[in-house]
C-alpha cells in the first residue's frame, strides 16, 4: 500500500492568497484527520470526517478554513484567505479501526504563507 | 479535551543506553499510544496499550501504563542512531469524544 499520500510537500505563498492541500488517504480507511503541527502549539487536530462526512470541526480555528470529502478516496483543506500566521505543517492521517485506533499519518504539507 | 504530556522536553544519549519517556494525563482514558516523528515526517504508529493492561512490548520497546497514576512510560533499550527523533503520546478521554490528542513530545538524540 502506498499509505497516506499529501500534496504539495512544500507550498510557499503570499498572504492573502488561496491555499489547497490534498490528501489521499489509505484505501478502505473510513476515518481521515487534518492536523496542524507548529512549534509554538504542538500537533493541533482541525477536523476529522467519518465516511466522507465532516464529524468534528471544532479544532478549525477559522472560517478562513474549510475542508471537504467528496469521496473516499480525497480530501481538501482550504485556506482563503492566507495569512503568515498559518505558516506550519500540515499533516493528514488515517484510520481504519476508529476514531481511538492506530492512525496513519502522511508526510505533511509545509505551508509557508509570506 | 486532555492532552498527554511528555518528559522529558529533551533527552539526550549514546548510543547503546536505554532511553525512557513518560507521558502524563489528566482525565481517565481508553488508549494511549505511542508515536515517533523522525525530522521533517509524518508520525509513525509504535505501540496502543489498553487502559486494562498494563505492560507492552514491541522489539525493543517496551510501554507501561499506570493509570492510578495516570502516566505511561515508553522504554527505548539498547538505543540506536536510528532512534533519534520525537516521541509522542497519545490519549483519548473515556466517556468523551475518543479522538486522541498528542502532547508536544519528546526529542530524543541518540549520538553514535
Known amino acids: 500500500d502506498a499509505g497516506v499520500i499529501q500534496s504539495p510537500r512544500h507550498e510557499v505563498t503570499e498572504m492573502g492568497q488561496e491555499v489547497t492541500l490534498r490528501c489521499k488517504p489509505i484505501s478502505g480507511h473510513d476515518y481521515l484527520f487534518w492536523y496542524r503541527q507548529t512549534m509554538m502549539r504542538g500537533l493541533e487536530l482541525l477536523i476529522y470526517?467519518?465516511?466522507?462526512?465532516?464529524?468534528?470541526d471544532s479544532g478549525m480555528p477559522e472560517d478562513r478554513f474549510s475542508a471537504k470529502m467528496p469521496n473516499a478516496s480525497f480530501s481538501t483543506l482550504k485556506i482563503q484567505p492566507s495569512e503568515p500566521r498559518d505558516s506550519a505543517v500540515y499533516f493528514c492521517a488515517s484510520s481504519s479501526a476508529g476514531v481511538a485506533d492506530t492512525q496513519y499519518f502522511g508526510p505533511g504539507t509545509r505551508l509557508t504563507v509570506l | 479535551s486532555q492532552q498527554g504530556e511528555e518528559d522529558p522536553q529533551a533527552l539526550s544519549i549514546q548510543e547503546g543506553e536505554n532511553a525512557t519517556m513518560n507521558c502524563s494525563y489528566k482525565t481517565s482514558i481508553n488508549n494511549l499510544q505511542w508515536y515517533r516523528q523522525n525530522s521533517g515526517r509524518g508520525l509513525v504508529h509504535l505501540i496502543l496499550?489498553?487502559?486494562?493492561?498494563r505492560e507492552k512490548h514491541s522489539g525493543r520497546l517496551r510501554v507501561t501504563l499506570d493509570t492510578s497514576k495516570k502516566s505511561s512510560s515508553l522504554l527505548i533499550t539498547a538505543s540506536r542512531a536510528a532512534d533519534t527523533a520525537s516521541y509522542f503520546c497519545?490519549?483519548?478521554?473515556?466517556?468523551?469524544?475518543?479522538?486522541?490528542?498528542f502532547g508536544r513530545g519528546t526529542s530524543l538524540i541518540v549520538h553514535p
Open positions: 470526517f467519518n465516511n466522507n462526512v465532516p464529524i468534528d
Open positions: 496499550i489498553r487502559s486494562n493492561e
Open positions: 497519545a490519549t483519548d478521554a473515556s466517556g468523551g469524544s475518543y479522538i486522541p490528542t
